[in-house]
């Protein structure tokens, strides 16, 4: 169950700062320096490195809490997501220093391990998705970081209760946002603290539904086990929804494309062709292809998720949407071919209104493109 806390969308208005107006030139010549920053060194590469530190972060119970696990599901295992560097804002990777299963672990030991206490609770953080994006605005850069987790508690160590499903986007806004990705990342994570406290402590005293912790483990683990990421091959056909994807089972495989006033639409090829309204995306020749309105979208496997192939670099994209031609041809693909380049934003997130991120990728849990 996806659970938003209104409340923490407040807090997080008081990280984003407030911008004064500069000058373009005085924008390029800090966009020059960022790109020198000594602490991210790999800037000139094809990657950026991520690494966290201690921060300064508000005090919160930990002497009431004796251990924090984390346990990474998260969907893309390949990166963090993608950030702007040099002159023209080129997009690369951002990549954690560590593997998945020791990233968020070892940071966590090293923020608040000397603070805890023996005698206090143990949480569980089952961290599905720590995603990162920016983008450049006029006079000003914002940075986004998404932390979705579930987060149980325990007196024991062994049987858990479920606090809550944490799912938050941290925003923050600077001339240069690149070198704050970490801080931004430790903040959601000390918000899925905060939570786990402030709603995990009383629960306990209620006698909640208890799960032991290898049950909890199982079943987090067995969410990424879906036909579409196992699979070696995929069915040619039109997804009707995002299960049908999921399943790998397009529910009308005999359909075609035409233009419809210079865009492209879908229609079955029985006897009595439809237009095929409101899909979720197709799959050609092997290639998947995401709908969003007009919009026809390639996206490609990455890790345990998908990621829209335009982002992904031209030696290990897949999906070059090179079927282009014998989806349609002609002008339907190049309209194909003109919507794949466009970037997309990022609009089902209720407090983010303007100056939305980036979609880079697929929400492996709602198939809803993300950050």
């Known amino acids: 169950m996806r659970n938003i806390e209104n409340a923490y969308f407040r807090g997080i208005n008081s990280y984003t700062m407030k911008h004064l107006p500069l000058l373009f ?7 020059v320096a960022n790109a020198q920053d000594a602490v991210y060194a790999d800037k000139v590469t094809d990657h950026k490195t991520i690494r966290l530190k201690t921060y300064s972060l508000s005090e919160t119970q930990l002497d009431k809490v004796a251990a ?7 969907w893309d295992t390949a990166r963090l997501g993608f950030v702007q560097v040099g002159m ?4 690369i990777e951002a990549v954690p220093d560590l593997p998945y299963n020791q990233y968020l672990q070892q940071y966590v030991d090293r923020q608040y391990g000397g603070k805890l206490s023996p005698s206090g609770v143990h949480l569980l953080w089952a961290v599905k998705d720590v995603r990162i994006n920016e983008r450049t605005f006029q006079v000003n850069e914002k940075g986004y970081c998404r932390v979705k987790a579930d987060a149980y508690i325990s007196r024991d160590g062994q049987q858990y209760a479920q606090v809550q499903a944490f799912d938050t986007v941290i925003i923050r806004g600077a001339m240069d946002v690149t070198g704050r990705h970490d801080e931004n990342i430790a903040r959601a994570l000390h918000l899925v603290l905060l939570t786990s406290l402030e709603k995990g ?8 539904t208890l799960q032991s912790k290898d049950n909890i483990k199982a079943a987090q683990l067995a969410a990424l086990d879906i036909p579409i990421l196992l699979d070696t091959a995929y069915v040619d056909g039109v997804y009707a929804s995002f ?21 492209p ?13 409101d899909s979720w995306g197709f799959c050609v ?40 031609s014998s989806v349609g041809g002609g002008l339907i693909g190049g309209a194909i071919a003109g919507s794949a380049m466009k970037p997309y934003m990022v609009t089902n997130i209720p407090y983010i209104t303007r100056q939305e991120p980036e979609a880079t990728a697929l929400d492996m849990e709602t198939g809803e493109l993300t950050l």
Not at 25 to 30: E, G, I, K, P, Q
Not at 243 to 260: D, G, L
Not at 296 to 313: A, L, R
């Open 25 to 31: 030139s005085a924008f390029s010549l800090v966009q």
């Open 243 to 263: 299960e049908e994807f999921k399943a790998n089972r397009p529910s009308i495989t005999a359909f075609k494309m035409e233009n419809a006033g210079k865009k």
């Open 285 to 324: 020749k092997g290639e998947l292809y995401r709908t969003s309105g007009d919009a026809i979208i390639p996206i490609e496997k990455s890790g345990h998720g998908f990621v829209v192939s335009n982002y992904m670099q031209s030696a290990r994209r897949r999906n070059q949407a090179m079927f282009w």
């Open 201 to 208: 402590l009383p629960l306990l005293d209620a006698q909640p």
């Open 265 to 277: 639409k879908l229609y079955t090829t029985d006897a009595s062709p439809q237009h095929i309204k």
């Open 88 to 91: 023209t804002n080129k997009r």
């Open 68 to 74: 924090i696990e984390v346990l990474s599901v998260q």
